[in-house]
C-alpha cells in the first residue's frame, strides 16, 4: 500500500512559515539544551515507538549528530516539554548524548495538545485509518472545525472529509485498509455502496483482486440495480396478467422468477436456479 503523503504543509503552517494564529510567540533562536531537562508531552498521542527503528537512529545520530532540532516548550520548574521530536530525543539518549539543539516556543497547554496531534498525524509511516483517526482526535479534543483542521494539516476540506469518512466503514474494511489489504482509493469506493453490501464487496475485492476503477464499477453497477427496481416499481404497475402467470410458474419451480415488460410491450421472464443440479430439477419439471 502507497504511503500516505501531503500532510508536511500542516507543520509549516504551525512551526514556521505561515501565519496561523496559535496564540504562541514568534520561536527564539535555537539553544542547546541538556536532555535531562527534557521531557515528553504528557498528552502525547503517540505512545509506541519501534526499538528496532530507534536504535537505527541512534546509530545514525552517533556518527552525524542531531540534524534537525527539536521543538519544545518551557515548563514552571526549569524543565522543557517536547512539542516535536521526542523520537529524535529518545535515540539521542540512547546515543549517549548529552544536550539537544532546540527551539523553544511559548504556547498554551491547548495549542501544545493540538500541535502534538498534527505532528503525529504527519508521520509518513500511518495508514489512512491512523490518519483518520488522528483528525478525529484534533475534532474531538481540540474543538476544531473541518475548515480550520484542514488548515492546520495542510489539507483540502474534500481529503479531510474522505479521510474522516473511512471511519464510519465497518470493522472488517478499516481492518483491511489498516493491513494494507485495500489501498485508500478501494476505501472510498466501497462507502458509495449500499451499508449492508460493503463487507461482501470487501471480500470480493480481496478475493479477485481488483482494482481501484474495477471497484468503482462494480458499485457503480450495484447501486444501479438496487435503484432500478424500485424506480420501475413506481413508474409501471403491470396487469393483473402478469402477477397470475408468477403465481403459476412458482407452483411449478421453486427458484425465483421475475417478469419485466419493455417499452415496446414485449418482456421476459427470469427463472433463477442455485446451482447446475437445478437446471436438471427445472428440465425435469419442464418435460412432465
Same mark, same amino acid.
Given at each position: 500500500?502507497?504511503?500516505? $503523503?501531503?500532510?508536511?504543509?500542516?507543520?509549516? /503552517?504551525?512551526?514556521?512559515?505561515? $501565519?496561523?494564529?496559535?496564540? /504562541? /510567540?514568534?520561536?527564539? $533562536?535555537?539553544?542547546? *539544551?541538556?536532555?535531562?531537562k527534557i521531557i515528553p508531552n504528557p498528552t502525547q498521542p503517540r505512545t509506541e515507538f519501534n526499538e528496532e527503528a530507534l536504535d537505527e537512529l541512534a546509530d545514525s545520530i552517533r556518527q552525524l549528530? *542531531?540534524?534537525?532540532?527539536?521543538?519544545?516548550? $518551557? /515548563?514552571?520548574?526549569?524543565?522543557?516539554i517536547i512539542i516535536?521530536?521526542?523520537r529524535r530525543w529518545r535515540a539521542a539518549q540512547r546515543a549517549d548524548l548529552t544536550s539537544l539543539p532546540a527551539y523553544v516556543r511559548e504556547v498554551d497547554d491547548e495549542n501544545l495538545h493540538a500541535m502534538a496531534l498534527v505532528e503525529n498525524i504527519q508521520r509518513q509511516d500511518l495508514n489512512a485509518i491512523e490518519i483518520a483517526l488522528g483528525m478525529q482526535r484534533l475534532l474531538d479534543e481540540c474543538n476544531l472545525t473541518q475548515d480550520a483542521l484542514s488548515e492546520k494539516v495542510g489539507k483540502k476540506r474534500s481529503s479531510v472529509a474522505n479521510y474522516l469518512r473511512l471511519l464510519k466503514l465497518p470493522n472488517e474494511i478499516q481492518l483491511a485498509l489498516k493491513e494494507g489489504l485495500i489501498s485508500m482509493g478501494h476505501a472510498k469506493a466501497i462507502a458509495g455502496a449500499p451499508i449492508e453490501e460493503q463487507v461482501r464487496l470487501v471480500k470480493k475485492c480481496l478475493k479477485k483482486g481488483l482494482s481501484v476503477r474495477q471497484t468503482e464499477e462494480?458499485?457503480?453497477a450495484l447501486n444501479e440495480q438496487c435503484s432500478t427496481p424500485a424506480r420501475e416499481q413506481e413508474e409501471e404497475e403491470y396487469p393483473e396478467s402478469y402477477l397470475r402467470l408468477v403465481e403459476r410458474l412458482e407452483q411449478l419451480f421453486t427458484s425465483e422468477i421475475a417478469i419485466k415488460r419493455s417499452k415496446?410491450?414485449?418482456g421476459r421472464i427470469t427463472i433463477g436456479f442455485s446451482d447446475d443440479s437445478e437446471i436438471e430439477?427445472? *428440465?425435469?419439471?419442464?418435460?412432465k
Open positions: 500500500m502507497k504511503k500516505q $503523503k501531503g500532510l508536511g504543509r500542516g507543520l509549516d /503552517a504551525i512551526f514556521g512559515t505561515e $501565519k496561523i494564529d496559535l496564540k /504562541a /510567540a514568534p520561536m527564539s $533562536k535555537m539553544l542547546e *539544551i541538556e536532555i535531562s549528530g *542531531i540534524i534537525q532540532p527539536i521543538t519544545v516548550r $518551557k /515548563a514552571d520548574d526549569e524543565k522543557y516535536s521530536g521526542e462494480l458499485v457503480r415496446n410491450g414485449g430439477r427445472i *428440465i425435469e419439471r419442464l418435460s
